[in-house]
T-cell receptor
């Protein structure tokens, strides 16, 4: 079955601290992987995506993610978070043969001052 | 920067009523989507639309749902007879090309409340 798991519902980090949000996927074909962010009252904005090539991908707002095929993971990282990073983060997977995205449940990031 | 817009931002309706959720995709995009997110649950794919027809739909997208592109700019989702369980946030998205690796650009969502 195709699925995306984000094991952490909430994560709280201090401003300036590093961040890692976990994402594991189950997908029968070559996965296309995405991280989206949703700020309150806003739509879903793409942070970064992976299709092929270099397994470490850079995104907007200083985020990066690493694709590890052996672990079926695509964890999102940021070396130093800012208060404006407080939002909900969604991992999603799609494939070449269809266009629908399958979503994780999201991780809400809380920033402590 | 061009963006996907959705109206209304919040819709309240009585069970059994018809609702139409409206979306204006980014103007040069060719692929359009509807997703929904029931409160506290995952975002779920409903339907994708290309070249004036449905290209994919999920099991959720039953006969009560329909989509239409009535003119060159709007993309609508109609629910014919709403049920309590249709209460959710509905997101519209569009992407520029058909290839799956293209980013889907999302609107801010319409919160549908069925009473």
């Amino acid at each position: 079955a195709q699925s995306v798991t984000q094991p952490d519902i909430h994560i709280t980090v201090s401003e300036g601290a590093s961040l890692e949000l976990r994402c594991n996927y189950s997908y029968g074909a070559t996965p296309y992987l995405f991280w989206y962010v949703q700020s309150p009252g806003q739509g879903l904005q793409l942070l970064l995506k992976y299709f092929s090539g270099d397994t470490l991908v850079q995104g907007i707002k200083g985020f990066e993610a690493e694709f590890k095929r052996s672990q079926s993971s695509f964890n999102l990282r940021k070396p130093s978070v800012h208060w404006s990073d407080a939002a909900e983060y969604f991992c999603a997977v799609g494939g070449a043969s269809n266009y629908q995205l399958i979503w994780g449940a999201g991780t809400k990031l809380i920033i402590k001052p | 920067e061009p963006e996907v817009t959705q109206t209304p931002s919040h819709q309240v309706t009585q069970m059994g009523q018809e609702v139409i959720l409206r979306c204006v995709p980014i103007s040069n995009h060719l692929y359009f989507y509807w997703y929904r997110q029931i409160l506290g649950q995952k975002v779920e794919f409903l339907v994708s639309f290309y070249n004036n027809e449905i290209s994919e739909k999920s099991e959720i997208f039953d006969d009560q749902f329909s989509v239409e592109r009535p003119d060159g700019s709007n993309f609508t989702l109609k629910i014919r007879s709403t049920k309590l369980e249709d209460s959710a946030m509905y997101f519209c998205a569009s992407s520029p090309l058909a290839e799956a690796y293209n980013e889907q650009f999302f609107g801010p969502g319409t919160r549908l409340t069925v009473l």
